[in-house]
């Protein structure tokens, strides 16, 4: 049977401690605040999560927290990670086993002029990973292959096992109507990307799920429910409320997702391993005027999510 995802579908910071070991207990606060936000899945690891700077043995330790915590509760989506498809393929094998029902492949940047490639490896990883449903992820260049809608359709179409596609190749739009359009039968949906940028045009365009960063999932679920129930001017409002930090967040990625969930209770810290640059205290002033400027829709005291 496949699976089923729609909705928000957060991607999941690492957390660091003071000595910047992997932070288990945090991780766990983080994967429980989402939930209990109402995200419909958790996804781990992505780019977002620091993918390129953990170990295979953190990775693994992290995605058995967030697979223990989300247990019994919503879906767990591993990524699929970076190397070769056998590589790969072992990696969504053992998170099969830890009970990730979804797996996320990102065709990578070498295949971007090369849709033979791309396709026969993603035909590959499948092999190496059987009875997986998969997603797969067309970033944009540098970090994926960026590949055309009528190209995905392609691949899509070779492989049975391919039933999802995260779109965030720019212009993101576009390319996940065209998508649409032409995907075969057996694709249930496309999810957006860009950390949830273009999340109105998406819901226009028919995405079927949104996979933000984990900083206000709150806000991005009431976001996408006031949509799909017809409440497009409070979707809206709450996209135009939030769009300000989601510009500062193409700067400060990851540390600004830590940043926000510090600030609400969740993280220890904001600490990252990727090379990204700091706030100064110009940063910090501003980022305490958005904050302030959106708790009345945080549906998440700090009080609760501290507790979590």
């Known amino acids: 049977m496949a699976s089923k995802l729609s909705g928000i579908l957060p991607v999941l910071p690492t957390p660091f401690g003071q000595h910047g070991e992997v ?5 766990d606060q983080i994967a429980q605040f989402c939930i209990d936000a109402g995200a419909s899945a958790l ?3 992505g780019v977002a999560s620091e993918f390129d700077h953990l170990s295979a043995e953190e990775r693994l330790s992290l ?19 970076k190397g070769t498809p056998e590589e790969i393929g072992s990696n969504i094998s053992k998170a099969k086993a830890m009970g990730a029902i979804v797996a996320m492949v990102l065709i990578p940047n070498q295949f971007q002029n090369d849709e033979e490639g791309a396709s026969q490896f993603m035909r ?6 059987p009875g997986v449903d998969i ?3 067309n970033a944009p260049v540098p970090i994926g292959a960026g590949l055309d ?20 190749a720019l212009p993101s739009g576009p390319r996940i109507s065209g998508l649409k359009e032409s ?19 998406e819901m226009n365009r028919g995405a079927i799920a949104a996979m933000p960063a984990a900083e206000i999932t709150d806000i991005h679920v009431d976001m996408w429910n006031a949509y799909q129930s017809g409440n497009v001017a409070k979707a809206r409002d709450l996209y135009m409320r939030v769009l300000p930090l989601l510009v500062i967040q193409t700067i400060y990625r990851m540390r600004l997702t830590k940043y926000i969930l510090k600030k609400r209770g969740v993280c220890k810290n904001s600490k990252v391993r990727a090379p990204l640059a700091r706030f100064d ?16 829709v945080m549906k998440l005291a700090p009080s609760k999510t501290a507790a979590a």
């Open 149 to 168: 809608s009528d190209i995905l359709a392609r691949i899509v179409k070779a492989s049975l096992a391919i039933r999802y596609v995260k779109e965030e």
């Open 63 to 81: 995605l058995e927290v967030v697979c223990r915590v989300a247990h019994g509760k919503v879906p767990v989506v591993s990524g699929g990670g």
């Open 135 to 137: 997603i797969l992820q």
């Open 23 to 27: 932070d288990l207990e945090t991780m």
């Open 124 to 129: 590959s990883v499948i092999e190496n990973a």
């Open 43 to 45: 996804v781990f690891p």
């Open 183 to 201: 995907a075969p039968g057996h694709l249930i949906g496309v999810i957006g990307g860009g950390g949830a940028r273009y999340l109105i045009d």
């Open 281 to 296: 205290s110009y940063d910090e002033a501003e980022l305490s005027t958005q904050l302030e400027s959106l708790a009345g």
